[in-house]
T-cell receptor, first 116, second 107 residues
Framework: DTGVSQNPRHKITKRGQNVTFRCDPI?????LYWYRQTLGQGPEFLTY????????KSRLLSDRFSAERPKGSFSTLEIQRTEQGDSAMYLC??????????????FGPGTRLLVL | RKEVEQDPGPFNVPEGATVAFNCTYS??????FFWYRQDCRKEPKLLMS???SGNEDGRFTAQLNRASQYISLLIRDSKLSDSATYLC????????FGTGTRLQVFP
């Protein structure tokens, strides 16, 4: 399977714990995006990378959230001191990064987080 | 006001019906437009891009009116397998999603 992959697919944690999610984009895709989706809402943009550079962060991305893409390939999203409000589906997407804003983004299956 | 607004539905239609979804967006600088489909507990998948000239893909027709900042999706001859949530998406330098319109096609 050469699509976007995300791990883990599900995560249950207790409030106050730290969690880390991983995204592997489609091979040779330069752009990688993170979104969050809560029940009944569409996905909301969190941040994106062009290669290893993090180019934009949403105001939704509080200082408890950090994302990295150290070698320009896979990315991690860490949430520190989780809160119940962090419970959501975290989606990763990638695009080639060559054709500007009109490019199609391909989504991974998501990581579903439940904070108890 | 949300950047992308859609009627959340649900739209309950019989097989074979024609159904139309509408969407409005607020950022006049938006550069590209899409409809994504999302099945329950799955990731969004691109259904089709939307162009000012209108475009069709089989039973699906998308329209864009930049002056009115309005996007539409028409599904003809609905199938049971069309049941899903349809997300209107606007691209500035990132994707902005509507809340989605849920479609349920019944036999």
């Amino acid at each position: 399977d050469t699509g976007v992959s995300q791990n883990p697919r599900h995560k249950i944690t207790k409030r106050g714990q730290n969690v880390t999610f991983r995204c592997d984009p489609i091979s040779e895709h330069n752009r990688l995006y993170w979104y969050r989706q809560t029940l009944g809402q569409g996905p909301e943009f969190l941040t994106y990378f062009q290669n290893e550079a993090q180019l934009e962060k949403s105001r939704l991305l509080s200082d408890r959230f950090s994302a990295e893409r150290p070698k320009g390939s896979f990315s991690t999203l860490e949430i520190q001191r989780t809160e119940q409000g962090d419970s959501a589906m975290y989606l990763c997407a990638s695009s080639p990064g060559l054709a500007g804003v009109s490019e199609t983004q391909y989504f991974g299956p998501g990581t579903r987080l439940l904070v108890l | 006001r949300k950047e992308v607004e859609q009627d959340p539905g649900p739209f309950n239609v019989p097989e074979g019906a024609t159904v139309a979804f509408n969407c409005t967006y607020s950022n006049s600088a938006s550069q590209s437009f899409f409809w994504y489909r999302q099945d329950c507990r799955k990731e969004p998948k691109l259904l089709m891009s939307v162009y000012s000239s209108g475009n069709e893909d089989g039973r699906f027709t998308a329209q864009l009116n930049r002056a009115s900042q309005y996007i539409s999706l028409l599904i003809r001859d609905s199938k049971l397998s069309d049941s899903a949530t349809y997300l209107c998406v606007v691209n500035t330098d990132k994707l902005i999603f509507g809340t989605g319109t849920r479609l349920q096609v019944f036999p």
